[in-house]
């Protein structure tokens, strides 16, 4: 699979662009006019430049409003074009993207139009160079990919070949069988982009809200199938307008799109109609079976108040590092990890963060080959020295530059907790509370990580994300989107923070970066844990008792439950799937906080309930501007 992205799809001035796409892996670039032509060098030295990086220019464009022009003007577009035709042979490229016509005094009919690419197509051919026609799905006579093929089909010119776009394509819902049947040689390169779904107009929705494949909601995975049936093994290029991409990190969009091509590859070939496509070798996404531990960083000073916070939740210090200061705290099939070693990544991750989840672990098929496909989709490696005899867990760098490891049921790895591990008597007078499991982990990040995170976890492991919501904060909105596979044995909430007056933006800002903010433990009985937390000295987080009589209007709940939901501060929520019961701590920190929730066949996260929580929570944050004690 050759890969190719154009220079509109990142952020930048055009040497910076290059680097980034050279760096990420990419083959190719495509050459956006603009970023030509605000460059103040020759074409000449675009070319050398982009060769230097060791990619090859796949394709100059765009060349607008050419077929079916009226004299004068049909005239003045062929001296356009050999101006286009001079610029490509300096650059060294041979193929130039000519889009439908969208002018209002363009002529429609098929043969007219055909007739002018012949032409263009004889012009090319004397200077050893092609022409490829896409159709805009905005064009004024042609929209639609079936008629720019049976234009370039009519033009009858071996230099004349068709661009197809997934955009295009899919965001008029056009038939994709209809590619299955273009030859492949006459499919001169493949453009691909993902949106999410919006209805709204096409133009618009194109220049803002594309995003690289698998980021989107539109079936950029069919569409490249019918490609491959064809049997094209050219260019896959991506082509994203994207106002948030065009704000961000190139190097960070560069590889997000590298890793996106590389993904789709993988999941066409795996699928009935791979064609001629070929792709790097790497083992599918891995089945995570669940949480293997979270881990917090902490110093001896901070660590007593997160341990006092951790035994009112029912939690038991089980077992010590054989070499690091590292204890175990576990209840049911959580297993938590206090690190207060003064070496290493965790202490690093201390100085800058202060106490924080700064790693997780999830159990895995098979960990081994999760880490090979992460590190083949280009994520980043972490090790670091482990003790004689200990066990080296694969892992990579997550969220924010925290740790994800990963384990297995099988080898060393299923056998860390006694190999590393020495248990010991916890001697205090915590009661179990029903804690069974994590039932997810949510991860606070700064908005523009968002699309990132989302295609990192889909392209690594067997999960779907689910659609965007606005988390309503009283301080602004904050965007969540959740990654879970269909098991619920991984579920991780994604919450975009736009700025820092908001719960999540003050998180962030006073953490420096993304982390774990929450975690939210599963119990099968919320009023059973609720009392027990009670005799362990647990402090939940008070809800206004104006939600209690709104919540029992709002369901219909029988007046006795509300009474019981008001004296545990628990809030409640219903889907058509059945119902969902919250309980939380108060802050720690700079905003971490605990949940325990039931869930009785109830599928979402009680998004409704977030603005009453967030109120709460933020009513013992530190106000700005105050010292930490």
Same mark, same amino acid.
């Given at each position: 699979?050759? @890969?190719?992205?154009?220079?509109? #799809?990142?952020?930048?001035?055009?040497? $910076?662009?290059?680097?980034?796409?050279?760096?990420?892996?990419?083959?190719?670039?495509?050459?956006?006019?603009?970023?030509?032509?605000?460059? *103040?060098? #020759?074409?000449?030295?675009?070319?050398?430049?982009?060769?230097?990086?060791?990619?090859?220019?796949?394709?100059?464009?765009?060349?607008?409003?050419? /077929?079916?022009?009226?004299?004068?003007?049909?005239?003045? @577009?062929?001296?356009?074009? $050999?101006?286009k035709f001079d610029v490509m042979q300096q650059l060294g490229t041979d193929l130039v993207l000519v889009c439908s016509n969208v002018s209002p005094i363009s002529l429609g009919g098929i043969d007219r139009a055909a007739a002018d690419f012949h032409e263009l197509g004889e012009r090319a051919a004397k200077r050893g160079l092609r022409v490829g026609y896409e159709a805009l799905a905005w064009g004024r006579h042609i929209f639609d990919h079936r008629d720019a093929w049976e234009i370039v089909r009519r033009a009858d010119h071996p230099n004349i070949g068709l661009i197809l776009d997934s955009f295009h394509t899919l965001s008029r819902k056009i038939d994709i069988n209809s590619i299955r049947s273009i030859p492949k040689d006459k499919i001169f390169i493949v453009q691909l982009a993902d949106a999410p779904l919006i209805d709204m107009d096409l133009l618009y929705w194109s220049r803002h809200f594309r995003n690289m494949p698998g980021e989107g909601d539109l079936p950029v995975a069919a569409f490249t199938s019918a490609i491959a049936e064809t049997g094209y093994d050219g260019y896959f290029s991506l082509e994203i307008f994207n106002d948030q991409f065009r704000g961000g990190s190139a190097k960070a969009i560069a590889a997000d799109g590298h890793r996106s091509l590389i993904t789709l590859g993988d999941q066409v070939r795996r699928g009935p109609s791979a064609g001629g496509l070929t792709v790097p070798e790497m083992p599918d996404r891995a089945a995570v079976k669940g949480v293997g531990f979270v881990e917090f960083s902490a110093s001896e000073a901070d660590a007593p108040e997160?341990?006092?916070?951790?035994?009112?939740?029912?939690?038991?210090?089980?077992?010590?590092?054989?070499?690091?200061?590292? #204890?175990?705290?576990?209840?049911?099939?959580?297993?938590?990890?206090?690190?207060?070693? /003064?070496?290493?990544?965790?202490?690093? !991750?201390?100085?800058?963060?202060?106490?924080?989840?700064?790693?997780?672990?999830?159990?895995?098929? *098979?960990?081994?080959? @999760?880490?090979?496909?992460?590190?083949?989709l280009g994520a980043e490696p972490f090790s670091q020295t482990v003790g004689p005899g200990e066990v080296q867990i694969p892992a990579i760098r997550g969220v924010g530059g925290g740790v994800l490891y990963l384990l297995d049921d099988s080898s060393d790895l299923a056998r860390i907790w006694d190999i590393d591990f020495v248990a010991v008597a916890d001697d205090t007078q915590a009661?179990?509370?029903?804690?069974?499991?994590?039932?997810?982990?949510?991860?606070?990040?700064?908005?523009?990580?968002?699309? &990132?995170?989302?295609? =990192?976890? &889909?392209?690594?492991?067997?999960?779907?994300?689910?659609?965007?919501?606005?988390?309503?904060?009283?301080?602004?909105?904050?965007? !969540?989107?959740?990654? $879970?596979?269909?098991?619920? !044995?991984?579920?991780?909430?994604?919450?975009?923070? $736009?700025?820092?007056?908001?719960?999540?933006?003050?998180?962030?800002?006073?953490? =420096?970066?993304?982390?774990?903010?929450?975690?939210?433990?599963?119990?099968?009985?919320? =009023?059973? &844990? +609720?009392?027990?937390l009670r005799l362990n000295g647990f402090h939940p987080l008070p809800i206004s008792p104006n939600y209690y009589g709104d919540v029992e209007a709002r369901f219909g709940l029988d007046p006795e439950l509300t009474e019981r939901l008001k004296a545990h501060n628990i809030l409640y929520d219903r889907d058509e799937h059945g119902e969902?019961?919250?309980?939380? #701590?108060? &802050?720690?920190?700079?905003?971490?906080?605990?949940?325990?929730? /039931?869930?009785?066949?109830?599928?979402?996260?009680?998004?409704?309930?977030?603005? =009453?929580?967030?109120? +709460?929570?933020k009513k013992q944050m530190r106000p700005e501007g105050l010292p930490k004690v």
């Open positions: 699979m050759k @890969t190719s992205i154009a220079t509109v #799809s990142i952020s930048g001035e055009l040497p $910076e662009k290059l680097a980034a796409i050279a760096k990420a892996g990419f083959d190719g670039v495509e050459i956006f006019e603009n970023d030509f032509l605000a460059f *103040d060098g #020759s074409p000449a030295d675009v070319g050398k430049m982009v060769r230097d990086h060791g990619l090859e220019i796949t394709l100059f464009q765009p060349f607008r409003d050419f /077929e079916g022009m009226p004299e004068p003007h049909r005239a003045r @577009t062929f001296d356009r074009a $050999e101006r997160l341990i006092g916070i951790l035994q009112t939740l029912g939690f038991r210090r089980t077992a010590v590092h054989k070499s690091k200061k590292v #204890s175990l705290y576990s209840q049911g099939d959580i297993r938590l990890l206090l690190n207060t070693d /003064e070496a290493g990544f965790a202490n690093a !991750s201390y100085a800058v963060h202060g106490v924080s989840a700064y790693a997780m672990a999830l159990t895995v098929d *098979d960990a081994r080959e @999760t880490m090979e496909r992460a590190v083949a009661q179990a509370v029903h804690l069974l499991r994590v039932d997810h982990v949510a991860q606070t990040v700064a908005y523009e990580e968002m699309l &990132t995170w989302l295609l =990192f976890y &889909t392209a690594i492991f067997q999960a779907r994300k689910t659609p965007m919501v606005d988390i309503i904060d009283p301080a602004g909105i904050v965007r !969540s989107q959740v990654v $879970e596979n269909a098991e619920g !044995s991984l579920r991780i909430t994604m919450n975009g923070a $736009e700025n820092r007056r908001t719960l999540a933006g003050h998180f962030m800002a006073e953490t =420096f970066g993304s982390g774990i903010q929450h975690l939210a433990f599963h119990t099968d009985d919320i =009023f059973a &844990t +609720a009392g027990a969902y019961f919250q309980l939380y #701590s108060g &802050t720690y920190g700079e905003g971490f906080f605990f949940e325990i929730v /039931e869930r009785r066949g109830y599928r979402g996260y009680g998004a409704a309930n977030a603005i =009453f929580r967030i109120a +709460a929570l």
